[in-house]
């Protein structure tokens, strides 16, 4: 794999992988598309960290990413060890928990949405050496 055929997705510390969803422009689903195709196509798993999620996505390229995710789900659940988002905001944490469990659920993935980067990190530590990672919990 080569860090510089990735242009949405940061793998320089693979297997962490980072994809910033407020960073991706309008159109970029095939591009993500491909990048997906080479990271399931690696021998060794990984997990993801959204350190944002996307905001307003563009139609076509949330029904891209969809048809994709729904044709390598088997795929992506062998490889992805889990994907760990960051919501600061409590509101919004809470209520994309929810999503979340729904997207876990249909892909037999391991989805975490926590408070922080460090929070993130830490989880998907616990994730590639194979421990258990708790499940979302607030701490008031």
Known sequence: M????????????????VLHGRGLPPGYAPNWASEMEALLGQER???MIFPDSVED?????QKLRTVFLKANKARL????????????NKAKRLLKRAQGAVIAASFGL??????????????AG????????PDDVEQD
């Open 2 to 17: 080569r860090t510089e055929d990735f242009k949405l997705h940061d793998v320089s510390r693979f297997p962490v992988v």
């Open 45 to 47: 798993p990984f997990v």
């Open 57 to 61: 996505e563009a139609h076509e390229d």
């Open 77 to 88: 659940a062998a490889r992805c060890q889990g994907i760990f988002s960051v919501e600061p």
């Open 110 to 123: 391991r989805f975490r949405i926590v408070g922080t980067l460090e929070e993130a990190e830490r989880l």
């Open 126 to 133: 616990l994730a590639l050496a194979g421990n258990p990672v």
